[in-house]
């Protein structure tokens, strides 16, 4: 949240073609009563795209569903993942595991509305439901609901006593189990999540499971999804460089711009973009300390992108 926004996900499209982007979670009562247009307002190039719901009302899911799905997205994805406080309050997220029926009835719900695909994102376990055949009754109730597609983050969620951060990276990584799934409902596609960073090391998890879902490594070092289009999905056309990639991405800038966009928040997904290369200290301490201020234009970011090699 507040980083996969529309802005990022533009620059991530310029760097790969294909790749399935997200957005944010979003509440379904915010999609329902707030501003829609800020919520789920994107760009066409941005396809194919999902949108990330959290809810556990199934009126409310299969409203906001309906609303997305007229905004065109290309897929509609319930979380069941997320270990905040916050969102457990809200009978959001992970918490929702503890409650498969009630998962099973908001996605039959979601479904019953939605012409495009409805998945789940989830945890392989909460505090002590953490064993596998819990994990494959969650999975066997999400199958008889009709859903074909789970992302599976591979470690357990620990809903208190961890701040949403250490829920990243404290419960330990159990790649097995996302693959013992996929064994046991071979007609589910189920994609991995969870620490995978350093990605052409990583790809060799496609031997067990259909697809790999990136977080905090595409986000941190974006030009990591270079390259993907011609490993994972077969395309021949040439990789454009980064430098390629910013240019493209200052017309989406100017017009954001001129929509009443401040630059910043544009930007600030940009600052990682040429991470690693010459310069790149320079390019991210230009934009940090000018892109902030009150009257930047689009122009900080060609004065940053000539600091770098």
Known sequence: ????????????????????????MVVAQAVIHGDRERLLGFDDAEHPVA???????????????????????????LNVGCPSDRVQQGKIGAVLMAEPDLVARCMEAMARVSPVPVTVKTRIGIDDQDDYPFLQRFVARMDTAGCRSLTIHARKAILSGL?????????????????AIKQAFPH???????????????????????????????????????GLDATVFGDPAPQPDRHQVARAFIPYLERRYAGGCHPKHVLRHALNLFQGMPGARAYRRHLSENMHQADTTPKVFEEALALVG
């Open 163 to 179: 701040s949403p951060k250490e829920n990243r990276e404290i419960p330990p990584l159990i790649y097995e189990r996302a693959y």
């Open 1 to 24: 949240m507040d980083y996969t926004t529309r802005d990022y996900r533009y620059l991530a499209r310029l760097i790969s073609r294909h790749t399935l982007l997200y957005t944010e």
């Open 188 to 226: 589910l596609e189920v994609i991995l999540n969870g620490g995978l960073r350093d990605l052409p090391s990583v790809l060799h998890h496609l031997d067990q499971v259909d697809g790999l879902m990136v977080g905090r490594e595409a986000y941190g070092n974006p030009w990591c999804l270079a």
């Open 51 to 77: 949108v990330q719901l959290g809810g556990s009302d199934p009126a409310q899911l299969a409203e906001a569903t309906r609303i997305c799905t007229d905004y065109g997205y290309d897929e509609i994805n």
